[in-house]
């Protein structure tokens, strides 16, 4: 059973940097795609990040191109996603989802999920 833990959420000021961690379990990571998701209050889930664990290749959404970078340390299972330049915009819930094969920006496509971890931005 594939398990995802996020954690390194928290308060920060406007332009502050945060860094999430999403720890895996149970499974081969070696062809994965690994995506970081994002809920404001009210609103629908959004994509904002992923990376193919095969080919180490990321994916950002235009909203975080430039602030955040998604990245992986294979040894450990896990996946990082290091947010800088955080604005009152980026507060939310953070979610890391996983399945297996290709990257996708639509969260039907990964079945495992982790709990979340939320992020908050003050001005």
């Known amino acids: 059973q594939v398990q995802l833990v996020e954690s390194g959420g928290g308060s920060v000021q406007a332009g502050g940097s945060l860094r999430l961690s999403c720890a895996a379990s149970?499974?081969?990571?070696?062809?994965?795609?690994v995506g970081w998701f994002r809920q404001h209050p009210g609103k629908a889930r959004e994509w904002v990040a992923s990376?193919?664990?095969?080919?180490?290749?990321?994916y950002y959404a235009d909203s975080v191109k430039g602030r955040f970078t998604i990245s992986q340390d294979i040894a450990k299972n896990t996946v990082y996603l290091q947010m800088n330049s955080l604005n009152p915009e980026d507060t939310a819930m953070y979610y890391c989802?996983?399945?297996?094969?290709?990257?996708?920006?639509?969260?039907?496509?990964?079945?495992?999920w982790g709990q979340g971890t939320q992020v908050t931005v003050s001005s």
């Open positions: 149970g499974y081969d990571n070696s062809r994965y795609c």
């Open positions: 990376i193919y664990t095969a080919l180490r290749d990321t």
């Open positions: 989802a996983t399945d297996r094969g290709y990257c996708y920006t639509v969260e039907e496509k990964y079945t495992y």
